[in-house]
């Protein structure tokens, strides 16, 4: 005995006509199936998230009005590096990072197809031969021939069925296919967004790489000239072995600043290969003589971050995808209505197999529903819910986040902008105090240790500087990323007041 038990309502006609009482019966139970057919489950309604209504950090931005229907836009052209763009659009085209979430995507997208043909008749085919013994009730039968009870069947079978979708379980199936398809799309954006960020980052923090190894190298000229004049005075007499000591010492520290640059960039441009596509080998970056813009960053308000951010989007569609699930375990309760059509030829022999006397066919309704499962129905309608609530929670969590890094980025970049100018300060007078200590150098007036502490100061303050343009530059992007991408054209040139 099983578990669970099948009722049948089922008609089944042969003959060379179907009766006009079969036929009027079957149209008024799938009319009235189809008329009275309902959606099992809860609609979607979009989940209530804590929604400010400006950013913390808002004052002093240019508000932006993208959405999520208007392009994106290649936003990192925004930095005015035409290199830098060739690279993301190679990324575009070869990131197999992003070559997989498109493979998911395209999965995702298939399995909405197959949700839909679920809508559809299915027919089958079948032609086959079969050969069964049958007892003739008669032992002197039997022994007079040994074959008597042994029949070939020829048979050839044409069958049409088609589930209707009564309580809705097909379409609540479709509709969560269809949002998990949207996730995946989403997911496929975010990832997107997220290797063309990283590419952008690290290819900012080689150029800055490229402007700091510049700036060590021409103050390494320049030591090499002091440790020059240095030795010079000190064959004059004028000056002491522990000068050429202080001066050789600087000179190796900032060598060695500039050899530990070097295998830094190694690391960003191999990296940057990667993401293209490319084995770090076959791939090199020539070093630039300029530094991208620092672009101006417009910011939008947080209800239309909800619109823009992929990841928040596919969160969203994830609730959707898990509401629809709960109306697919509830469907299970009641039963299903299945409209089966079935014809073909049967014979013994093949001479007059496929002929009118032969034919067979037969069709009709089947309600099928399970009376007991031993809560296994009560069970998965418990576990819809709960997976439900989990992507309500995730979906308010990503949100969350979502706000936190845009608020973070935003107070970043000010502060930033603050310590810049503070710091240009800084190294203007360390530039001027250098200048001034070595005439006095120069004159006799100091000893060289003066001048040491002097350039070590300015070189510190000249490595600050760009620094914190590096910094800069990475928390500029990652706040367009953390917005959802760039913009169309005309709010791309809004930016701070």
């Not at 990667?274 to 939008?300: C, D, H, M, R, Y």
């Not at 296994?376 to 418990?382: G, I, L």
Request: aromatic share 6%.
């Amino acid at each position: 005995m099983t578990d669970s038990t099948n009722a049948h309502a089922s008609v089944l006609w042969r003959g060379r006509l179907l009766p006009r009482f079969g036929m009027k019966l079957l149209a008024v139970m799938i009319g009235g199936a189809l008329l009275s057919a309902c959606a099992i489950g809860p609609d979607y309604k979009r989940p209530e998230v804590v929604e400010p209504a400006q950013f913390k950090q808002a004052q002093g931005w240019r508000q932006a009005t993208p959405s999520d229907s208007l392009a994106r836009g290649a936003w990192w052209e925004l930095y005015g590096d035409r290199q830098l763009n060739e690279l993301v659009e190679r990324l575009n085209n070869s990131n197999q990072t992003v070559a997989q979430a498109e493979a998911r995507f395209r999965q995702a997208q298939a399995q909405v197809r197959s949700a839909r043909g679920a809508f559809f008749p299915s027919v089958d085919l079948s032609v086959g031969k079969t050969r069964a013994s049958q007892g003739t009730g008669s032992s002197s039968a039997s022994l007079s021939s040994s074959s008597s009870g042994i029949r070939d069947t020829l048979n050839a079978q044409l069958g049409v069925s088609w589930e209707a979708d009564v309580w809705g379980k097909l379409r609540r199936g479709l509709e969560a296919n269809e949002a998990t398809a949207e996730a995946s799309s989403a997911d496929l954006a975010a990832m997107r967004l997220s290797q063309q960020s990283e590419l952008v980052q690290d290819y900012l923090q080689l150029r800055v790489m490229d402007e700091q190894t510049r700036l060590l190298q021409a103050t390494l000229d320049t030591y090499q000239r002091s440790l020059k004049m240095t030795e010079n005075q000190y064959r004059a007499g004028v000056s002491d072995k522990a000068a050429i000591a202080q001066a050789q010492t600087q000179l190796k520290s900032t060598q060695a600043s500039l050899i530990d640059l070097i295998w830094q960039r190694a690391q960003l441009e191999n990296a940057i290969a990667v993401l293209i596509g490319e084995a770090p080998a076959n791939f090199s970056l020539a070093v630039s003589k300029s530094i991208p813009t620092l672009p101006q960053v417009p910011v939008s308000v947080p209800s239309q971050l909800l619109e823009r951010r992929p990841d928040i989007a596919s969160a969203e569609r994830s609730v959707i995808a898990a509401n629809a699930n709960i109306g697919v375990a509830k469907a299970a309760y009641y039963p299903d209505l299945t409209l089966s059509l079935a014809g073909g030829y049967s014979s013994s022999t093949y001479a007059d197999w496929i002929s009118l006397p032969n034919r067979f066919w037969s069709v009709g309704p089947k309600l099928a529903m399970t009376l007991f499962d031993g809560g296994q129905r009560s069970a998965e309608v418990d576990r819809t819910v709960a997976a439900y609530d989990e992507t309500v929670a995730k979906y308010r969590q990503t949100v969350l986040d979502g706000f936190r890094e845009v608020e973070n980025y935003m107070v970043q970049l000010k502060v930033l902008e603050d310590e810049a100018v503070v710091s240009n300060e800084a190294l203007e007078s360390a530039r001027e105090s250098l200048r001034l200590t070595e005439n006095q150098y120069k004159a006799g007036l100091i000893a060289y240790l003066d001048v040491v502490t002097v350039q070590a100061t300015a070189l510190s303050n000249e490595r600050t500087v760009l620094t914190l343009l590096q910094t800069r530059l990475v928390a500029s992007v990652q706040l367009i990323a953390a917005l959802g991408g760039g913009w169309d054209g005309h709010t791309s040139a809004e930016g701070k007041d």
